[in-house]
């Protein structure tokens, strides 16, 4: 016999979208349990991107877990991109008004962690199992197995926030789900050095060997990518092979300013566009990478999350406070026009800036030309800056 508990919104992960929607239910007198089947000390070193929309900030600083961040997050002022070893300075703040914070996601997610144990409520670790069942109709349950014990929670709403890789989507039958995905020829070869980066900013760099990134996550600590065959294998990249050809691609003026040294952590990642509609099946709601997935030029997978977290808590809120389930009717329609836009512009970015066609082609030539008149029509900037800083939400 399983063990029996009760919540209102019961929420299957605890990445940054399942943590911060608890956060801010809970602001909001909403109780939820968080479901997660991995370790605490697994989920807090998993290690993504570092770049905090504006809007994002904001809504870390309503959800009151924005301390650390203002004290040890970098506000960016400004992104470079490069194109032929030449740089050319996007002013971020100077077109929009607004800035970017380089944060690492895996800090974050510690602070959204510490914030829903010091008393927000429970956060099941290494719950395996978890099943969705009934969300169809009043009363969904899910059920799982932690500490050797069967369990289940009856609940109001489930918030599926686990994942690209997750049980809510694959719940779901394939005849309820409208798919669009794109795959990309090419992976990111990562690094993370504790090295002070070689940039105050960030920097994007195009480059005929393939696409190069200098980012980081403190004065101490850098973040490097390059462009690779998406099934090159990590062993044939030691880390002075890396580094060479990272230095390569940022171009001489970049190059002596790398400092190198021994990798933290190296990773080879495919890229990946894809969106799953629609978001809402009766109590289920998806949020973040369980309904979409970017690929990382841009940094948007976070900020997407934060977006979607954004429209499902003020839905949940609105649902229990005033009785109005308007906005849980709009919200699949309402966090995906926003998804579309990062899809558009992560795609984009991607396809501006890497290797992708001939050497030689008139494909080749017109993405240059994108990339030139880019850096040369203060409209191309702005257009830049504002999807960079992330569109309202
Ligand atoms: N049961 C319970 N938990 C699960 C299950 C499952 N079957 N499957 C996955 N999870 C957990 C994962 O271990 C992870 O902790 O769900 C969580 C999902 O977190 P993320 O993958 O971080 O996704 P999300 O919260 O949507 O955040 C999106 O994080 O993944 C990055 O690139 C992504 O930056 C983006 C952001
Ligand atoms: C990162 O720091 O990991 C990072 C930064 C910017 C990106 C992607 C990843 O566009």
């Not at 470079?80 to 607004?98: V, W, Y």
């Amino acid at each position: 016999m399983a063990r029996q508990q009760r919540t209102q919104v019961g929420i299957i992960g605890a990445g940054p979208a399942g943590l911060l929607l608890a956060r801010l239910l809970k602001l909001n007198g909403i109780e939820s349990v968080i479901l997660e089947d991995r370790s605490r000390a697994y989920v807090e070193a998993r290690i993504r991107a570092g770049v905090l929309e504006h809007g994002t900030v904001k809504l870390l600083e309503e959800a009151g877990v924005a301390e650390r961040l203002h004290r040890e997050g970098l506000v960016h002022e400004g992104v470079e991109l490069g194109l032929d070893g030449g740089r050319f300075r996007i002013d971020l703040a100077g077109l929009t008004d607004k800035t970017i914070t380089v944060y690492g996601q895996s800090e974050v997610v510690q602070d959204l962690i510490a914030a829903r144990l010091a008393g927000d409520g429970p956060i099941v670790w290494e719950a395996s199992d978890v099943a969705l069942h009934d969300f169809e109709m009043d009363r969904p349950r899910l059920t799982y197995r932690a500490g050797g014990v069967d369990h289940e929670l009856a609940c109001d709403f489930i918030a599926g926030c686990d994942g690209f890789r997750g049980a809510s989507r694959s719940s779901l039958p394939a005849s309820r789900l409208r798919i669009y995905e794109q795959d990309y020829p090419f992976g990111w070869l990562g690094i993370l050095a504790d090295v002070p980066p070689c940039s105050e900013e960030l920097i994007y760099a195009s480059h005929p060997r393939g696409f190069a990134l200098a980012s980081m996550r403190s004065h101490t600590r850098s973040r490097y990518y390059i462009q690779c065959d998406r099934h090159e294998k990590l062993e044939d990249w030691p880390d002075d092979r890396l580094w060479d050809e990272l230095k390569r691609r940022l171009g001489p003026d970049v190059a002596p300013r790398v400092t190198t040294g021994p990798a933290l952590e190296k990773s080879i990642t495919g890229l990946h566009s894809f969106v799953c509609l629609p978001m809402r099946h009766g109590r289920l709601f998806l949020a973040g990478d369980a309904a979409h997935i970017v690929p990382p030029t841009g940094a948007k997978g976070l900020n997407l999350a934060a977006s979607d977290v954004h429209y499902l808590s003020r839905a949940l809120v609105s649902h229990y406070a005033r009785n109005d389930s308007t906005l849980l009717g709009a919200y699949s329609e309402q966090a995906s026009a926003r998804v579309w836009k990062a899809e558009r512009f992560s795609w984009w970015l991607t396809l501006l800036m890497h290797k992708v066609h001939p050497d030689g082609s008139f494909a080749e030539q017109m993405q240059r030309a994108e990339i030139d008149y880019l850096l040369s029509s203060p409209a191309g900037q702005t257009v830049f800056a504002e999807n960079y800083v992330g569109l309202p939400f």
